[in-house]
Nanobody, 115 residues
Framework: QVQLVESGGGLVQPGGSLRLSCVVS????????MAWYRQAPGMKRELVAR???????NYANSVKGRFTISRDNAKTTVDLQMNSLTPEDTAVYYC?????????WGQGTQVTVSS
């Protein structure tokens, strides 16, 4: 069964940066479109960035120009570099396939942007 383990979150001041990492196991994911999602308190989970097998990237308008998604098929990892963070980026961040795997989501990693 696929397992997703996210890490790298934390508390950061506005304008700061964080790099999130996700390790994917239990599946050969190099053929999958992978994505990062986030869920803020009281809000629905939203997709913020996705990366296709060939490397094509798409971003939500709210993060375009600030976030960069990358993948390493050999290490089965998916990373999210987040720059120029704002309080509106505060959320729990998750990685998963797009569309999500038919398996439990990972625990996510909390990102809090606050001064």
């Amino acid at each position: 069964q696929v397992q997703l383990v996210e890490s790298g979150g934390g508390l950061v001041q506005p304008g700061g940066s964080l790099r999130l990492s996700c390790v994917v196991s239990g599946i050969i994911f190099r053929f999958d479109v992978m994505a990062w999602y986030r869920q803020a308190p009281g809000m629905k989970r939203e997709l913020v960035a996705r990366i296709a097998v060939g490397g094509t990237r798409n971003y939500a308008n709210s993060v375009k120009g600030r976030f960069t998604i990358s993948r390493d098929n050999a290490k089965t990892t998916v990373d999210l570099q987040m720059n120029s963070l704002t309080p509106e980026d505060t959320a729990v961040y998750y990685c998963n396939r797009d569309p999500p795997y038919n398996a439990p989501w990972g625990q996510g990693t909390q990102v809090t942007v606050s001064s």
